[in-house]
């Protein structure tokens, strides 16, 4: 079982992926002595993933809300594996930070996204109506962010990978308001990253990570 070092942070995470899918697999990998990872894909076809300070020690997947359920009742038996049930890859590493992005920017992107969704939803587009599920698939596919790294590469963030780290409460949340409370939170930023064919987004609480199927998405 996930050790008490490690409960908060994976309930949180198991909390919101939950809420985005109830059905959802979490697959746990072990890092290093003191340190594992949590793994998730989301409903936004991108990977979301945060680390844990605790001794687990395995590289196991489980049901989401099995394993939430278990962090409730530390008497509770762990939940059955379904390590076949896993079928997706994940990075070969946590890659090499390309630029930086304010977090403010990021979460207005994510909110500037939601709007055009509810519009769109409402009130249709062109004055014609379109379901929800093809504004949202063509909302994901839409790139908000283009950053180029030092050597001159360009990297496309796609909105899928936005709403990941924005929905998985990757970011972290505002204080007060106040002056210094904004300053602090002006200078907060997410890390665009490259691991091979994978882009990553990595924020103050857990990383998202898409990998493109097309090589336009990266140039």
Excluded: K
Excluded at 5 to 23: E, K, S, T
Excluded at 158 to 166: D, E, G, S
């Amino acid at each position: 079982m996930i050790g008490e070092a490690g409960r908060g942070d994976a309930g949180a995470f198991l909390a919101r992926l939950v809420r985005l899918d109830p059905a959802a697999l979490v697959r746990l990998r072990y890092v290093r002595s003191g340190v594992a990872e949590m793994w998730a894909m989301l409903p936004f076809g991108a990977l979301a993933v945060r680390a844990l300070a605790t001794d687990f020690e395995s590289d196991i997947t489980v049901g989401a809300a099995a394993l939430l359920n278990a962090l409730a009742d530390p008497q509770a038996p762990w939940p059955p594996r379904r390590d076949e049930a896993w079928r997706w890859p994940i990075p070969p590493s946590h890659g090499r930070a390309v630029e930086t992005v304010p977090a403010l920017e990021v979460a207005r992107v994510a909110t500037a996204a939601s709007r055009t969704l509810r519009a769109a939803t409402e009130h249709g587009v062109s004055g014609r109506p379109v379901g929800e599920r093809v504004v949202r698939d063509a909302l994901l596919d839409h790139v908000p962010i283009v950053v180029t790294g030092a050597a001159g590469e360009r990297v496309e963030v796609p909105q899928r990978l936005v709403q990941a780290v924005v929905r998985m409460g990757f970011l972290r949340p505002s204080g007060p308001s106040s002056p210094d409370a904004e300053q602090t939170e002006r200078h907060q930023i997410v890390t665009v990253r490259l691991a091979g064919s994978w882009v990553g987004l990595a924020a103050s609480y857990g990383s998202a990570w898409y990998r493109p199927t097309s090589s336009l998405h990266l140039r």
